[in-house]
């Protein structure tokens, strides 16, 4: 399989490895098994950069690591520490793939959409941008990634995170902060409908006005505010940006509703 990236420094501890066939146009990760059995799995264009963050997160780490190790004292406490982030995250990843349900969701959109949707929340690049690059209108760039992000219901969402130990807010491209202290790992419609309609409030917002801004219509999203029917992701995530807030505060997995 061919690969154009670069090798990059790893934690030991760290046994997957994701690969890139340009030729074939395929992603796939390779680890070995509990037997020792090498595996190699493909997987979506999302795992693959979500992969990929972790790996660059991880360079940075142990680039910092480098920098400050002559004022740092070695004991087996803090080594222990040092690694213990990538075994937790190298124990859930398996559990991630495995998960057939997490991985169709994901795995559904069309691969226009994944590069749509990695160029908007993961490159923080603007609509009209894209537009540009691929030589059509940003209305439809928007469409594409309305539609992609949105196959990805929020409850499957939400379980990926659970799954990697990351925030919604992470995941969706607000942070580069992977991880917060969790309150509660499901998320309830009634809750989010309560920090939805709190949010609207405080600002004088009509549920018109907001229903504009997030591209639904006014009678949905009365019923998400009432917590008769749950909120979809993408209309999630623009609320989130329009207001600055955390979606993981909007789904009460967290306190504070800032950004991290």
């Known amino acids: 399989m061919r690969d154009n990236r670069p090798k990059r420094r790893k934690y030991k501890d760290n046994p997957y490895t994701i690969k890139y066939d340009e030729k074939l146009n ?3 990760v390779a680890f070995f098994d509990s037997k020792g059995i090498k595996q190699s799995i493909e997987i979506s264009y999302e795992l693959y950069c979500l992969f990929d963050r972790f790996e660059l ?4 780490e142990l680039n910092e690591y480098d920098r400050h190790i002559e004022h740092v004292e070695h004991t087996d406490e803090s080594l222990y520490n040092k690694t213990k982030k990538v075994r937790t995250i190298d124990e859930d990843v398996e559990e991630s793939i495995l998960n057939e349900n997490i991985y169709k969701a994901i795995n559904r959109l069309s691969d226009t959409q994944k590069k749509r949707i990695k160029m908007y929340y993961f490159e923080d690049m603007t609509l009209e941008e894209i537009a540009k690059i691929e030589k059509t209108t940003f209305q439809a760039i928007s469409k594409s990634i309305k539609n992609g992000i949105d196959n990805i219901p929020l409850l499957k969402l939400n379980d990926f995170c659970n799954y990697y130990k990351v925030s919604l807010d992470y995941i969706c ?7 917060i202290d969790i309150l509660n790992k499901e998320i309830d419609s009634v809750i989010i409908g309560n920090n939805l309609k709190d949010v609207r409030l405080k600002k004088n917002d009509t549920q018109e006005s907001i229903a504009n801004i997030i591209q639904v219509d006014q009678s949905n999203y009365s019923k998400y505010e009432l917590g008769k029917i749950l909120i979809h992701t993408y209309p999630l995530i623009e609320f989130a940006k329009h207001y600055n807030i955390s979606i993981d505060w909007l789904c009460g997995k967290k ?3 800032n950004i991290d």
Do not use: A
């Open 26 to 28: 395929k992603y796939s």
């Open 57 to 60: 997160d991880d360079l940075s």
């Open 173 to 179: 491209g607000l942070t580069n902060v992977k991880k």
């Open 255 to 257: 306190e504070n509703f």
